[in-house]
């Protein structure tokens, strides 16, 4: 075989694996992410067709709001006298059952929220730790998502700051939640973030809080990012959005 015949070789042979790399990567970053929101919207119509046909629970009392946003002052004391359920039903594994809305991404940005933090549930929303509270509830309500790839639900999640409101509905409860610092890394062995009282918080006894988690660097996984938040505000769906939604 002449020399001019293995560089042709040679040469097809590049140019077809960089097609294929270049086809991987617009797989990679632009298909999982129709996909993804495809996905998400699903499951968010899903929720609303369900919310539509069950009866609407008992409304929480009015919102009440704490008189401080620091993790070490009152952070502990729930908001308000809201009941929950004493035998609730439990959540189905990767099926949703919230939507959650973070201003500070833009006023558009709603995601489902679905049980349990398997590969494909996060490949349709976000992730709930399974055993971690529910929302409103005491303990920590701790929640995945992918930073980048299918949808980049977290993207923009070194922009969160102290005072930033994440919003959570179930049904029949608006439950806003309060960032109380900037994000947090750590690796994903630092299993305490996801605690009943979660480990560098600042959090100190047992309060109403809720942790975001997700993937750093922006396009690895060496490492984690940590928002922690705790319950600020309740308000009844029946009462309409929060103002934190109404801009």
Known sequence: MSVRVVVRTF??????????????????????GVKAAD?????????????????????????SRETSASPETSASQPPSSRTPDPRPVPYRAGKPFATMHIPRFGPDWEWP?????AVTTLQKGLGHYSGTARPGDTGNFAVAGHRRTYGDPFKDFPRLRPGDA???????????????KKPYRTVPTDTAVVDPVPRGSGFE???????????????????????????????????????ELSG
């Open 11 to 32: 040469s097809e042979l590049c140019i077809t694996v960089g097609a294929l790399i270049i086809l991987f990567v617009v797989y990679f970053l632009f298909w999982t």
């Open 39 to 63: 996905a998400a919207e699903g499951e968010i119509e899903t929720l609303r067709s369900q919310w539509a046909q069950e009866p609407m629970a008992p409304a929480p009392p009015p919102a």
């Open 113 to 117: 929220v679905l049980e349990n933090t």
């Open 166 to 180: 994440v919003v959570v509905n179930d049904g029949t409860t608006w439950f806003t939640y309060r960032v109380v």
């Open 205 to 243: 006894g047992a309060g109403r809080y809720l942790t975001l988690t997700t993937c750093e660097p922006e396009w690895g996984s060496s490492h984690r990012l940590i928002a922690w938040a705790h319950l600020d505000a309740t308000r009844p769906v029946s009462d309409g959005r929060p103002p």
